[in-house]
């Protein structure tokens, strides 16, 4: 129930524990050769070794860019503007008169008044369209850039630039060395799995033997219970710790397989 509720198990009332298939868990032997032989085809496929690496040239480029800093800088630009307001209004003349405005009358006849006629007209918002043609605008220039009185901020900042890819270089080296030591760990512990197995194997062997001689001898009355039930106990004994180190060397291979890029949940 504890391993369900671990493993957030939809159903844990009806979770069972299956027993292993050990005959299609057992893989082949890893043969790649030595540790050396490993860490050769697996420093270009680890991540952080290549993280690493990715930060390293990252670092030389800034300081490149730092660098820069010291020399003139020419730049060259180009815009395009227009705007639109959305009270702009326009007139529009209509063809009638509104009104007839006196002003002034005639000198020679003072009886004649002079008029004004005054044209009618409505208001509209101006198009957004036509207000973008209307409002168009553009231009272009050139811009020059001398560093006169900067070069000590220059000089810091490449100085930092300096120190940021030296940090970067000694993290790419100190990855690397992480990595062959994780390998060669991980050689060394699978080898050991492989002796480990080897031994319990011959243990096994012997266990089950002892257990077979002593079982007929308690059959017929030769040996005592007590020296069958330590025959069986060691029996239990040497199967328990030989799937030990069976289920051990299985896992160091999948560490191996890992390291090799060809690292798969699902049995060999």
Known sequence: MGLALLLQVPDPERFEVAAPDTA??????????????????AVGKQPQVIAADL????????????????????????????????TSQ?????????????????????????????PKYRTSLVPRG???????????????????WNNGQVRIAEQRSRNAMELARLQSEQSRNTLYSDITRAVTDYRAAVARL?????????????????????EEGLLPLADYLNAKNRLQIAESSWL?????????????????????????
């Open 244 to 268: 030990q180190a069976y289920y051990e060397e299985i896992f160091r291979l999948k560490v191996l397989a890992f390291y090799e890029g060809n690292f798969s949940w699902k049995n060999p």
């Open 130 to 148: 036509e207000q973008f043609r209307n409002n168009l605008g553009s231009g272009m220039g050139l811009s020059l850039s001398i560093p006169l």
């Open 90 to 118: 326009q007139f529009v003349m209509l063809p009638e008169l509104d009104r007839l405005e006196p002003i002034g009358y005639l000198q020679n006849d003072p009886s004649q008044i002079v008029v004004q006629p005054i």
């Open 55 to 86: 930060r390293l040239n990252q670092s030389l480029f800034n300081l490149k860019a730092t660098k820069a800093l010291r020399y003139p800088r020419v730049g060259a630009f180009v815009n395009l503007s227009t705007l639109f307001a959305s």
């Open 198 to 218: 080897s031994t319990n194997q011959i243990n096994l062997d012997a266990q089950k033997a002892n257990y077979t001689l002593a079982a007929k001898r308690y």
């Open 24 to 41: 299609s868990l057992r893989g082949a032997a890893w043969n790649a050769g030595t540790a050396n032989a490993l860490y050769r085809d």
